[in-house]
């Protein structure tokens, strides 16, 4: 059984089919909302709202502990995030869909990581290539055979939040190599990491990063909403092929 996180933009899979939820708890706290188990294209997974059902938790105040110990307890194979980000290189305009296997953290105060207190050994894990190679692989095959475009590397941007970033921050994550920005990408990445989870996510570009393109002089909220929408509907007819195999 995979897992998926959706973000903004996916709070509810519509798509599953059969869904049942369930309220965990963890030696970290609740995660952010109960869990949804259910049926997509034939294969079983469980799906949690990152920022919660009602969307009222926003990035720094996510218990990333709590929601990857979940999936953890849950013996997932694997999990998919599906994350918006800003577009920072050229070819990463509103409504592209990217797999990124870059992240740089530009996140700060967030609780990043099962190995501390006086219980626990420290444990220092590779995190070289933060993104599972092997779901990566699958998702670009599962995009390439429904057809949607989905653009392979990319450097991840982890910002704070919840602002938006301003323009010169946006030029020095492009000097240090960014090509898209976010909010929720770690410590989720690296979590799940120490958990021993395969773990890739489906970026959805929903606005040029400030300064860039049509966000030179400020990004306008109002237009977000309409691109994701669209551009996650394409992100889960990837997922279906993901789970489907050949013929989804
Ligand atoms: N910055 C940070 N996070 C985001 C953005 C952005 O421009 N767009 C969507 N998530």
């Given at each position: 059984?995979?897992?998926?996180?959706?973000?903004?933009?996916?709070?509810?899979?519509?798509?599953?089919?059969?869904?049942?939820?369930?309220?965990?708890?963890?030696?970290?706290?609740?995660?952010?909302?109960?869990?949804?188990?259910?049926?997509?294209?034939?294969?079983?997974?469980?799906?949690?709202?990152?920022?919660?059902?009602?969307?009222?938790?926003?990035?720094?105040?996510?218990?990333?502990?709590?929601?990857?110990?979940?999936?953890?307890?849950?013996k997932v194979e694997?999990?998919?995030?599906?994350?918006?980000?800003?577009?920072?290189?050229?070819?990463?305009?509103?409504?592209?869909?990217?797999?990124?296997?870059?992240?740089?953290?530009?996140?700060?105060?967030?609780?990043?990581?099962?190995?501390?207190?006086?219980?626990?050994?420290?444990i220092h894990v590779?995190?070289?290539?933060?993104?599972?190679?092997?779901?990566?692989?699958?998702?670009?095959?599962?995009?390439?055979?429904?057809?949607?475009?989905?653009?392979?590397?990319?450097?991840?941007?982890?910002?704070?939040?919840?602002?938006?970033?301003?323009?010169?921050?946006?030029?020095?994550?492009?000097?240090?190599?960014?090509?898209?920005?976010?909010?929720?990408?770690?410590?989720?990445?690296?979590?799940?990491?120490?958990?021993?989870?395969?773990?890739?996510?489906?970026?959805?570009?929903?606005?040029?990063?400030?300064?860039?393109?049509?966000?030179?002089?400020?990004?306008?909220?109002?237009?977000?909403?309409r691109v994701m929408?669209?551009?996650?509907?394409?992100?889960?007819?990837?997922?279906?092929?993901?789970?489907?195999?050949?013929?989804?």
């Amino acid at each position: 059984m995979y897992a998926i996180i959706g973000g903004s933009g996916l709070a509810k899979l519509t798509v599953l089919e059969a869904p049942r939820r369930q309220v965990m708890r963890t030696p970290y706290g609740e995660p952010s909302g109960a869990l949804t188990f259910g049926r997509l294209a034939g294969a079983d997974v469980v799906f949690l709202a990152r920022h919660g059902y009602g969307h009222t938790l926003a990035p720094h105040e996510i218990n990333y502990r709590a929601n990857i110990w979940a999936l953890k307890e849950l013996k997932v194979e694997g999990v998919i995030s599906v994350a918006t980000v800003g577009g920072i290189r050229a070819d990463l305009g509103p409504g592209v869909l990217v797999l990124p296997d870059q992240i740089i953290d530009y996140s700060h105060s967030r609780k990043a990581t099962f190995f501390e207190g006086s219980e626990n050994p420290v444990i220092h894990v590779d995190f070289t290539l933060p993104y599972a190679s092997s779901l990566r692989a699958a998702l670009l095959a599962a995009a390439a055979r429904c057809g949607e475009p989905l653009v392979d590397g990319g450097v991840y941007g982890c910002t704070q939040g919840p602002r938006l970033e301003t323009a010169a921050e946006i030029e020095r994550i492009a000097r240090d190599g960014g090509d898209m920005v976010g909010m929720t990408g770690m410590p989720e990445a690296v979590l799940a990491r120490e958990a021993g989870l395969a773990y890739a996510t489906l970026g959805v570009v929903v606005n040029h990063a400030a300064g860039r393109g049509t966000s030179r002089e400020q990004i306008r909220l109002e237009e977000l909403d309409r691109v994701m929408s669209e551009t996650v509907t394409r992100a889960v007819r990837i997922l279906l092929a993901f789970f489907g195999g050949a013929d989804a």
